[in-house]
């Protein structure tokens, strides 16, 4: 490992626009393609401030700087294109989170690595639109919060209330949300407002552990805790008319539901298991990479196949997670409002990933290419006309939604062409972490946080008070910087925002 002066460091880096920069090859070593990432003036100074701090000498242990991570993964074997940093980029486990990077399929060098997945596979947000308005909700937002905290099963070890035993869970693992259809949770007009239509096709539950499963099976239906939520937002600005309306959104002040939350202990388990396998592929097929924790095997290797299966597996398991809790939210509404879910008009705007490994075409220096592309804190944005995309939004371009942090503003954002040119039709997913969590807890006391929450006018709900802290709005990036970034870079469009008014917490 190679330790340069930060002015050393700094030849490698160039600015290349308002809102990107470039990473040469020779910034690490082996880098087959260069890096870049996305910006604006106050992101811009976490990540070179990074990058300043693990120049110091002796400066050792922890996760490498962001820009480091980004250079790392440009060295992997069969990458094309550039390993793009989107502006919420923040160091993590071998990938940086935020960090996407394209593998050319048909390259037989080319990998897949558990760490541009992430642990938690399929970690992703779904909107649930509503004909409510804010006036409506109001008076009735505490027990609304309450009603919202008593259905959904949140926190650590939380268990979930939806009946399903040994079968039912390889069926939910290999179906996705047409187990969640058939088992009559979900309408089947949700499914259409779903990427992937909310099953990976290739999901094989036989290349799962028993442990994977044994954890998966008791938190089905499920929120967990750390940085996951269902949120009762109001919607506060309208960017693009037109977009909103195909969402269904008419004006400001309309209530909508959002929920994030991933795959829980069982996707954890699979990518644990994945690392643990591949470690030994490395070996074996003498692939080198500059960070251990880029453990990865050939995508063609039996290693690499059991991994995109499993993942696949767990990645339905996240959609009918996320299902189930679109099924308890929408009593907990009708009960609340004596009416229908139907009379609520408790559609899906859209569900997106944004940890997760796909195969697509994309068009590589004017050839079009099967690539695997691993988005790992990075969430699919794909422009209008293309054909994944659901007949309602063909016009619009895909809904991209963006969770902000506990008792800051969220997004929708569509997809561009130009972010299919430049990033392989991939933006941001939400604040990305500027503190890390031992930090939050160590400076942030949780009671504040919860009374700043309660004198902005948001009802709470959480389960472990004491991980709040670790959520605190000063733990992370300003959501609107990250947003403003990829609008006015243009790789993905402002939609509209909206401000929470009830937050329920694990």
């Known amino acids: 490992m190679v330790v340069r002066s930060y002015n050393d460091e700094m030849e490698y880096i160039e600015r290349i626009s308002p809102h990107s920069w470039r990473i040469k090859k020779g910034f690490q070593p082996n880098m087959n393609v260069e890096g870049i990432f996305y910006v604006n003036s106050h992101l811009e100074k976490l990540m070179f401030d990074e990058l300043r701090n693990s120049c110091r000498p002796g400066m050792v242990g922890g996760f490498l700087p962001g820009m480091k991570q980004i250079a790392n993964v440009a060295a992997l074997p069969g990458i094309v294109g550039r390993s793009v940093g989107l502006p919420d980029v923040h160091s993590g486990y071998g990938f940086a989170i935020g960090n996407m990077a394209a593998f050319d399929m048909e390259d037989p060098q080319a990998i897949v690595s558990p760490g541009g997945v992430g642990f938690d596979i399929n970690c992703g947000v779904r909107l649930i639109r509503t004909n409510l308005f804010e006036h409506e909700v109001q008076p009735v937002k505490e027990q609304l919060a309450q009603s919202l905290f008593d259905h959904i099963p949140v926190g650590v070890g939380s268990k979930g209330i939806i009946p399903m035993n040994a079968r039912d869970l390889d069926e939910a693992l290999e179906m996705g949300m047409d187990w969640s259809l058939r088992e009559g949770y979900v309408w089947a007009e949700d499914k259409e407002h779903c990427e992937e239509y909310g099953r990976m096709l290739n999901a094989d539950p036989s290349v799962v552990s028993t442990r994977a499963k044994k954890r998966g099976l008791p938190q089905l239906g499920t929120l967990g805790a750390g940085n996951h939520y269902a949120e ?275």
């Open 232 to 506: 009762i937002q109001v919607v506060d600005e309208i960017y693009d008319k037109f977009a909103a309306s195909k969402m269904g959104i008419d004006s400001k002040g309309q209530v909508v539901l959002m929920i994030h939350c991933g795959s829980r202990g069982f996707g954890h388990q699979v990518a644990t298991d994945a690392l643990v396998s591949m470690e030994k592929a490395m070996k074996r097929d003498n692939i080198e990479t500059n960070d251990r924790q880029l453990a990865c095997a050939r995508i063609n290797s039996k290693e690499g196949k059991d991994y995109l299966n499993g993942m696949a597996a767990a990645a339905n398991f996240a959609w009918v997670n996320r299902s189930s809790m679109t099924f308890l939210a929408r009593q907990a509404f009708a009960k609340m409002f004596n009416a229908t879910p139907d009379d609520l008009d408790m559609h899906v705007i859209y569900d997106v990933s944004h940890n997760i490994a796909k195969m697509e075409e994309h068009i590589v220096n004017g050839k079009r290419k099967r690539l695997l592309v691993h988005r790992k804190g990075s969430t699919r944005a794909f422009p209008p006309h293309h054909p994944l995309i659901p007949v309602d939004y063909q016009l619009t371009g895909q809904p991209v939604l963006i969770g902000g942090t506990m008792g800051t503003c969220s997004y929708v954002l569509t997809g561009t062409e130009q972010g299919m040119q430049e990033t392989f039709g991939s933006t941001c997913h939400g604040a990305g972490r500027a503190l890390s969590r031992a930090k939050s807890r160590r400076n942030i006391d949780f009671q504040d946080v919860l009374d700043k929450l309660n004198n902005q006018g948001i009802s709470v709900r959480v389960a472990s008070p004491k991980l709040v802290m670790e959520e605190a709005p000063e733990s992370y990036k300003n959501v609107s910087d990250v947003v403003d970034t990829c609008h006015a870079a243009g790789i993905s469009k402002k939609s509209m925002k909206l401000r929470p008014i009830a937050v329920i917490k694990g």
